[in-house]
T-cell receptor
Framework: DAKTTQPNSMESNEEEPVHLPCNHS???????IHWYRQLPSQGPEYVIH???SNVNNRMASLAIAEDRKSSTLILHRATLRDAAVYYC???????????FGKGTRLHILP | GAGVSQSPSNKVTEKGKDVELRCDPI?????LYWYRQSLGQGLEFLIY????????KSGLPSDRFSAERTGGSVSTLTIQRTQQEDSAVYLC?????????????FGEGSRLTVL
């Protein structure tokens, strides 16, 4: 079973920020939080990952709660090309069985 | 190419036939993963390789499914006596190393349709 919980779907308007939540209440101290996204008819692609501190890269920002039981992926200015399924997963150092949940389907309204 | 390559991209077969799906990982990537994605569903973990070794085969749906990896590179997923419920997109991913920080690079997938 997936160790994370995400809403099934979300909507956002184009050019507005999007906050995608993820709950991982059973996270262990050494688990990293990873986000991937899957555009239509493509394989998933890496977005961002973090352990404790908030992280920024060219695609997105990752905000991690102080207790690490939840995190939020932030797209600062959504475009139509950001419409995808977003997956939040946990990875441990010797984790050979990476489990993806059903993710959040993000719809962007023009 | 520089990415993960999968073949065939599309395969239509008749129920009961055997199929082989191939994955060419990114050169130098030691970890390789197979997933299955049925229509409208999330990714179902199948099997993972570190080098040529598959420490955990428990994700394979049945004994009709097998996978191997040779030379620490190419991997083949074989489905024997295909059934209609095997219809799905089979995705392969590779990573420079297993573990918490390794980024997964996915191929485009092999779409299998069993008639």
């Amino acid at each position: 079973d997936a160790k994370t919980t995400q809403p099934n779907s979300m909507e956002s308007n184009e050019e507005e920020p999007v906050h995608l939540p993820c709950n991982h209440s059973t996270i262990s101290g050494t688990d990293y939080i990873h986000w991937y996204r899957q555009l239509p008819s493509q394989g998933p692609e890496y977005v961002i990952h973090g352990l404790t501190s908030n992280v920024n890269n060219r695609m997105a920002s990752l905000a991690i709660a102080e207790d690490r039981k939840s995190s939020t992926l932030i797209l600062h200015r959504a475009t139509l090309r950001d419409a995808a399924v977003y997956y939040c997963i946990l990875r441990a150092n010797r984790d050979d069985k990476i489990i993806f949940g059903k993710g959040t389907r993000l719809h962007i309204l023009p | 190419g520089a990415g993960v390559s999968q073949s065939p991209s599309n395969k239509v077969t008749e129920k009961g036939k055997d199929v082989e799906l191939r994955c060419d990982p990114i050169s130098g990537h030691t970890a390789l993963y197979w997933y299955r994605q049925s229509l409208g569903q999330g990714l179902e973990f199948l099997i993972y390789f570190q080098g040529n070794s598959a420490p955990d085969k428990s994700g394979l749906p049945s004994d009709r499914f097998s996978a191997e990896r040779t030379g620490g590179s190419v991997s083949t997923l074989t489905i024997q006596r295909t059934q209609q419920e095997d219809s799905a997109v089979y995705l392969c991913a590779s990573s420079t190393h297993p573990g918490a920080t390794g980024e997964l690079f996915f191929g485009e997938g092999s779409r299998l349709t069993v008639l």
